[in-house]
């Protein structure tokens, strides 16, 4: 392993000096370069030097719905497959995660799937999203971003089928941000995530966490000339 990337963490209106004997929530999503090798164990190091306690949660199965795009099966088809890409996951970067020396918890994406509140949230964003335009608008601008980015990255994009990928995305999204309005329950300080999260996700922070919880605040990570994200590797779709 070469020398550590040079990190910082962007905080907005904190400080570094606010991580003191705080908490923080490390996202992992599977597939995705920067929770893997170099990058990721800068982020564990990072996270050793600057937090009392860590919890990590690793999004799995709901990468369902990205194995699911070019493909002409449905997500739930990809379930046992991403898994097996959480599986895959742990048992690859425990050598890494094992490092950390304030690690408290890991969370996997199906503890909210079957959280008693789940359902509750499901149906208040969807309520939220069929009354209010605003709302829609920023899942569809983040829906739309990403199908743009996906589809320079096929072979062939004229066969891509838009409208089924962006119901499966718009699924996607609503799901993830359902089981984010249960995030708090982790009860950390901070959420740690290499790349800002996308206008839905911080549209729904402000609604429905950031008033009541006043903790999960979202924090990113800066990988030095990382540049743009690669698309997601799957080793487990056949």
Not at 35 to 64: A, M, P, W, Y
Not at 208 to 218: C, E, N, T, V
Request: hydrophobic residues 35%; negative net charge; aromatic residues 16%.
């Amino acid at each position: 392993m070469s020398r550590k990337l040079k990190l910082k963490m962007v905080f907005n209106e904190r400080s570094l000096e606010d991580c003191k004997d705080s908490s923080c929530l490390l996202t992992i999503s599977v597939g995705q370069d920067y929770h893997e090798g170099e990058r990721f164990i800068s982020t564990i190091s990072l996270v050793n030097e600057s937090f009392k306690s860590c919890k990590i949660l690793v999004v799995d199965t709901l990468q369902r719905y990205t194995m699911s795009l070019n493909s002409e099966m449905m997500p739930d088809y990809f379930y046992n497959f991403s898994l097996k890409e959480g599986d895959s996951w742990l048992s690859r970067n425990e050598k890494y995660y094992s490092i950390l020396n304030c690690l408290d918890e890991i969370v996997r994406w199906d503890f909210w799937l079957q959280h008693p509140k789940y359902q509750y949230f499901y149906d208040l964003l969807s309520v939220e999203l069929e009354k209010d335009e605003t709302y829609k608008a920023l899942f569809d601008k983040t829906i739309n971003s990403y199908l743009d980015r996906y589809r320079l990255r096929l072979h062939t994009p004229t066969e891509f089928n838009r409208d089924r990928a962006y119901k499966i995305c718009f699924s996607y999204i609503l799901e993830e941000c359902a089981a984010y309005c249960i995030w708090p329950e982790v009860d950390c300080d901070f959420e740690l995530y290499p790349v800002r999260r996308n206008a839905a996700m911080i549209e729904t922070y402000k609604r429905f966490i950031l008033k009541d919880a006043k903790k999960l605040y979202p924090m990113d990570v800066q990988f030095g000339k990382s540049g743009l994200a690669k698309p997601q590797q799957f080793n487990f779709t056949e």
